[in-house]
């Protein structure tokens, strides 16, 4: 049987991952036989997860960050609620979020049995705080607002989202799954530093240019982590908060290093080459009569035919759509100035313009 060839990342235009860098690899690597899910046997690896979750507490103004290297964005979402949910132990609770908010939350609302309200966002893709303060209630546990959508890279007006969870009583959690390694390099109000926010997921797997799987999920206080905790008798360690048991060391290690190696001025170059790469693409699809949407994080998305979007894909290149029907590019680290020239071409090719 032939080997596979690895991916190539020539054409990849929607992926939220990227190639990891030289020394997240060779972590992941070493430590690929390693269990942080049994911190006592694996210790190495349990103390790169407590580096991992200082570099993540330095980036999200956290000094005492509490929380661990999860398997991704869903899993951080899901123990997010999960640890609100049985912090209030409430009879009948729910989570209020955007409608923009990722689809991890459906699936967490269905595991958890957690009733999610989300409501509309407004003309430029944010929460609606008015409409999120319609909402709550004295049953909502958790408030959550997006930095750096899904669909859009749009960041919402996380401490007006903060006041309104906190008047209820809720606590409030920030999805920076992909936002969180560039956002510190903006004016954005998103993090720890910016409001008395209560969790965060925020993933080195996405723009932190660490290997899959490495998500990152912290919380403020010890006592909302500890929701989390089950008892583990027969390990060496007494409790476990992780959703998964036996984990990844090689997405931890990962982590790690290339939050060792890259933070800040390596994520800072990453986010300026890829900024600066949205602008200009934006700029560039505008010029051909696109309706494209301005970049706020690098991301842009842009009304496209279904005929243009299909026969662009069958010319290798691998993009996404939004719910609405726009195609979404993602300024990933491995996207290059050439490899955006190289697709207007195409699409000059293929378009009506
Ligand atoms: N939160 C946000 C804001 C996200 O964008 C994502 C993933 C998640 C949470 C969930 O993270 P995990 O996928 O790590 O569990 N957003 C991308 C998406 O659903 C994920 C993705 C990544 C898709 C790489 C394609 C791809 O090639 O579109």
Redesign the pocket.
């Known amino acids: 049987m032939q080997r596979a060839a690895p991916q190539s990342f020539d054409r990849v235009l ?4 990227t190639q990891p860098h030289p020394v997240a690899r060779e972590a992941a690597a070493r430590f690929v036989a390693t269990n942080p899910g049994d911190p006592a046997t694996y210790q190495t690896v349990a103390a790169l997860e407590e580096d991992a979750l200082a570099y993540l507490g330095e980036m999200t103004g956290l000094s005492t960050p509490h929380g661990y290297i999860a398997s ?4 951080a ?1 899901i123990q997010a609620i999960r640890a609100a949910r049985n912090h209030a132990r409430d009879d009948d609770p729910n989570v209020v979020a955007p409608e923009s908010i ?3 939350f459906q699936k967490a609302a269905d595991v958890l049995g957690v009733e999610l309200r989300t409501v509309p966002v407004d003309v430029d893709y944010r929460a609606n705080v008015d409409a999120v303060r319609e909402a709550v209630d004295d049953h909502t546990i958790l408030v959550a607002g ?1 930095a ?3 669909e859009f890279g749009r960041v919402d007006p996380i401490p007006e989202l903060t006041t309104v969870a906190h008047d209820v009583g809720a606590l409030m959690h920030v ?1 920076a ?2 936002g969180g390694f560039v956002l510190p390099f903006t004016d954005h109000e998103w993090s720890f530093a910016h409001a008395p926010i209560d969790s965060m ?1 925020i ?1 080195p ?2 723009f932190g240019q660490a290997v899959v799987p490495a ?1 990152g999920l912290l919380f403020r206080d010890k006592e909302i982590l500890d929701a989390l905790a089950i008892d583990t008798p027969y390990l060496e360690s007494t409790s476990q908060a992780s959703l998964t048991g036996t984990r990844s060391g090689a997405g931890v290690a990962s982590a790690a290093a290339a939050m060792r190696e890259l933070w800040p001025a390596g994520y800072r170059e990453a986010y300026e080459t890829q900024q600066a790469n949205a602008e200009w693409f934006y700029k560039e699809l505008v010029a051909r009569g696109y309706d494209a949407v301005e970049p706020e994080l690098p991301l842009v998305a842009a009304p496209l035919p279904d005929s243009e979007f299909a026969s662009l894909r069958d010319l290798g290149w691998r993009i996404s759509r939004t719910a609405s029907g726009e195609l979404r590019v993602v300024c990933m680290p491995h996207v290059s100035r050439e490899s955006l020239r190289a697709f207007l071409s195409d699409l000059d090719d293929v378009g009506s313009g």
């Open positions: 929607s992926s939220m991952c991704g964005g869903t899993e979402n990722h689809f991890s997006v750096g959508t899904t999805d799954a992909w997921t993933d797997h996405k998500g």
